[in-house]
């Protein structure tokens, strides 16, 4: 039955379906509102690199409830949200491609998301500096073309070392402002890539989206 239910993703009460991508009113990737493959996403770094890979898409960004439950890995966190965003755009015809990322540290359950203010992601950072930490984006593309959605999820983690930082430095990074609306207060193509000394894995899904995994996945789609 369509509108699919929404009460199986995990969220609690916070979610609102999309705008219809067909509508002119919805944001597109390309100029091509009723293309095959839906972003479920507002973030410009997704649809960019979605862009970058020659990929056609429209965009139906989602209002999901991130919100973390206590106890709850990091990892599965945001396959949780990824799906529950991807739940949201999904209508007969159509694939739809959602993310989530996170940063988070070993030993430390709770994930470090978007702060709130400048305080918090000063303190996110001071916790980072010096140190490695873990970028984890998980992917939900849910198929809806055929009389069953068939869902193609997986979650790709990238390992980052940051340098270490004086207070001054962080002040002067938290300046830029780009901070605000990243998981662990940074975003490592602008600014903050003069904090990070190394990562192991995936660069772009410390952007917000493993292209290459991505790409691959809707080529056997038949979506690129």
């Known amino acids: 039955?369509?509108?699919?239910?929404?009460?199986?993703?995990?969220?609690?009460?916070?979610?609102?379906?999309?705008?219809?991508?067909?509508?002119?009113?919805?944001?597109?990737?390309?100029?091509?509102?009723?293309?095959?493959?839906?972003?479920?996403?507002?973030?410009?770094?997704?649809?960019?690199?979605?862009?970058?890979?020659?990929?056609?898409?429209?965009?139906?960004?989602?209002?999901?409830?991130?919100?973390?439950?206590?106890?709850?890995p990091p990892p599965r966190y945001v396959e949780r949200v990824a799906r529950a965003k991807a739940e949201l755009a999904l209508r007969p015809g159509v694939v739809v491609l959602a993310a989530d990322t996170t940063v988070w540290l070993e030993g430390q359950i709770e994930p470090l998301a978007k702060a709130a203010d400048r305080a918090e992601a000063a303190a996110m950072l001071t916790r980072l500096a010096g140190r490695s930490h873990f970028t984890t984006t998980a992917v939900a593309v849910a198929d809806a073309r055929g009389p069953e959605v068939r869902w193609h999820p997986f979650a790709v983690t990238t390992t980052v070392w940051f340098r270490p930082l004086t207070p001054a430095q962080i002040d002067r990074y938290l300046d830029t402002e780009e901070w605000r609306d990243k998981a662990g207060a940074y975003g490592i193509q602008g600014a903050a890539a003069g904090l990070v000394r190394r990562i192991e894995g995936s660069y772009t899904n410390v952007v917000g989206l493993p292209l290459a995994e991505v790409v691959e996945l809707l080529a056997t789609l038949e979506l690129g």
């Open 1 to 72: 039955m369509w509108p699919p239910r929404v009460d199986v993703c995990g969220c609690r009460g916070g979610c609102t379906r999309a705008a219809d991508p067909a509508d002119p009113r919805a944001m597109s990737g390309q100029p091509q509102p009723s293309s095959t493959l839906v972003l479920a996403s507002a973030s410009p770094r997704r649809a960019e690199l979605l862009r970058s890979a020659g990929i056609a898409f429209a965009r139906a960004p989602v209002d999901c409830d991130e919100t973390w439950f206590a106890d709850e």
